[in-house]
C-alpha cells in the first residue's frame, strides 16, 4: 500500500542521518514533534488511538543499513538499527548495497519487521559505501540502479504488502546529471525521489543549489513512461533547510512535493512542531528544558543501543548545549561524561546554579 499518497502536501520528513537517527533520538523527536509532548508513555508501549497529532515530521527514516552487512555476519548488530515504535509511523527503512539480490533480502527482512516503506540510499558519498557499489556509486552505474530499485519493488510484495520504495539520491555525481540520471530513475516508478541538492563531489562543502530541486520537477512532470503514463513519482528537496519556514519557502521556489530535513534537527527534537520551538535558549526556563530533554534522551540511548559507543551522543550534546551564556563551559563538562550518570549529575548541579 502507498501510503504516501495519503499524505498532505507539502510533506516534511525526517531524513536518514548515520549515527543520528537512531531509535533513541527517532523516539524523543515523535515525542516532541510529532505528539507535542503528551505523556506517550515509555518506550514500546504507545497507543495510537489515545493520542492526537499535533506535530511532524509527517514520515522518519532509518539511519541507513549496509544489506549486505545484514546478511553477512552482521546481523545481530544492524537489525538493532532497524528498532521502531508506532509512535513513529510511518516509518521508513534505508538500506545501501550494490547487489540486487542483497536488497531484495533487506526489503523482505523490513517487511516482515512491520515498515511501512523502503528507501535505497543512492547518494552517500562515503568511501566504504561507494566500494560496496553503494551510495553514490550507483549514480554511476544507471542500470545496476534501475535493477536494484526493481529488486527491492519484488522484495516490497512479500506478504501482499507491496510496500512503496522511495530514492535518495544527488543531482550528479561529479556533475549535474539530472538530465539523465532522473529519467532513469523514473523509468522504474519509485513513490518518491528525494533529491539532495549538491553532486557527490561537493559533498556538503557548497550551499545546496535548489534551482536543481525544481528542475527535478520539471524533468518529473515532463516525463512519461512507455505506455504515455504521466509519471506519480513525488519530488523531495533535501539539503541547508533551516526550519519548517525556511522548507515551505523551498516549496514555493520549487514547486516540489516535500522536503526533507536533516542536520537542523540537531538539538532540536521539536523541530517539527511550530507550536512548540525553544528558540530563546538565553530564558532560563527554555534552558531547563532543552537540558531536561537531552538528559532523557542520553537515557533512552543507553537504554536501547549499549553496544554502540556513547561518544554520539556528544554530538548531540554540542547542539543542546548551545547558544547561551555559559553553554560552553558546560558542555567541556559533558564531553568528559561516560555514561547518564555522569551526565545527569552534571546537569542538575548546572541547574541547581541557575537562578
Known amino acids: 500500500m502507498n501510503f504516501w499518497k495519503n499524505l498532505k502536501k507539502p510533506i516534511m520528513v525526517l531524513a536518514p542521518l548515520a549515527d543520528v537517527t537512531d531509535p533513541a533520538f527517532r523516539y524523543i523527536i515523535a515525542k516532541y514533534s510529532k505528539w507535542g509532548e503528551q505523556n506517550i508513555g515509555e518506550y514500546g508501549k504507545f497507543t495510537r488511538?489515545?493520542?492526537?497529532?499535533?506535530?511532524?515530521?509527517?514520515?522518519?527514516?532509518?539511519?541507513?543499513?549496509?544489506a549486505d552487512g545484514l546478511f553477512k555476519g552482521g546481523y545481530d548488530v544492524l537489525?538493532?538499527?532497524?528498532?521502531?515504535?508506532?509512535?513513529?509511523?510511518?516509518?521508513?527503512?534505508?538500506?545501501?548495497?550494490?547487489?540486487?539480490?542483497?536488497?531484495?533480502k533487506a526489503v523482505e527482512l523490513a517487511c516482515d519487521l512491520g515498515f511501512d516503506g523502503i528507501d535505497i540510499n543512492m547518494g552517500c558519498p562515503d568511501r566504504s559505501v561507494e566500494k560496496q557499489g553503494g551510495g553514490a556509486a550507483l549514480i554511476k552505474n544507471p542500470k545496476l540502479a534501475q535493477k536494484i530499485i526493481l529488486a527491492a519493488m519484488e522484495g516490497a510484495k512479500k506478504g501482499g504488502k507491496n510496500l512503496p520504495v522511495s530514492v535518495k539520491t544527488r543531482i550528479g555525481y561529479n556533475k549535474n546529471e539530472l538530465e539523465t540520471w532522473l529519467p532513469a530513475l523514473l523509468e522504474t516508478n519509485p513513490a518518491v525521489i528525494t533529491v539532495h541538492a549538491r553532486t557527490r563531489k561537493e559533498m556538503s562543502l557548497v550551499?545546496?543549489?535548489?534551482?536543481?530541486?525544481?528542475?527535478?520537477?520539471?524533468?518529473?512532470?515532463?516525463?512519461?513512461?512507455k505506455s504515455g503514463k504521466k509519471s506519480q513519482t513525488f519530488i523531495f528537496g533535501n539539503g541547508d533547510v533551516a526550519d519548517l519556514n525556511d522548507a515551505l519557502l523551498r516549496v514555493e521556489e520549487t514547486g516540489c512535493d516535500g522536503v526533507m530535513l536533516g542536520r537542523a534537527i540537531f538539538g532540536k527534537p521539536y523541530l517539527f512542531n511550530h507550536s512548540r520551538e525553544l528558540d530563546n535558549r538565553e530564558d532560563t526556563q527554555t534552558r531547563k528544558k532543552i537540558l531536561k530533554i537531552m538528559v532523557e534522551h542520553t537515557k533512552l540511548f543507553e537504554k536501547l543501543l549499549p553496544h554502540k559507543s556513547f561518544s554520539i551522543m556528544k554530538k548531540h550534546y554540542k547542539a543542546y548545549v548551545n547558544g547561551w551564556e555559559g553553554a560552553k563551559e558546560?558542555?567541556?563538562?559533558?564531553?568528559?561524561?561516560?555514561?547518564?550518570?555522569?551526565v545527569s549529575k552534571i546537569v542538575d548541579a548546572y541547574l541547581n546554579g541557575l537562578k
Do not use: Y
Not at 79 to 102: C, H, N, W, Y
Open 49 to 66: 488511538s489515545h493520542f492526537q497529532i499535533v506535530g511532524g515530521p509527517d514520515v522518519m527514516w532509518t539511519e541507513f543499513v549496509s
Open 79 to 104: 537489525v538493532k538499527d532497524l528498532a521502531f515504535t508506532d509512535a513513529e509511523r510511518p516509518i521508513v527503512a534505508q538500506f545501501f548495497t550494490g547487489s540486487p539480490e542483497m536488497m531484495k
Open 207 to 225: 550551499p545546496a543549489k535548489w534551482e536543481c530541486v525544481r528542475h527535478a520537477v520539471e524533468i518529473r512532470n515532463g516525463f512519461s513512461d
Open 330 to 342: 558546560l558542555r567541556i563538562k559533558l564531553m568528559d561524561a561516560k555514561d547518564v550518570k555522569e
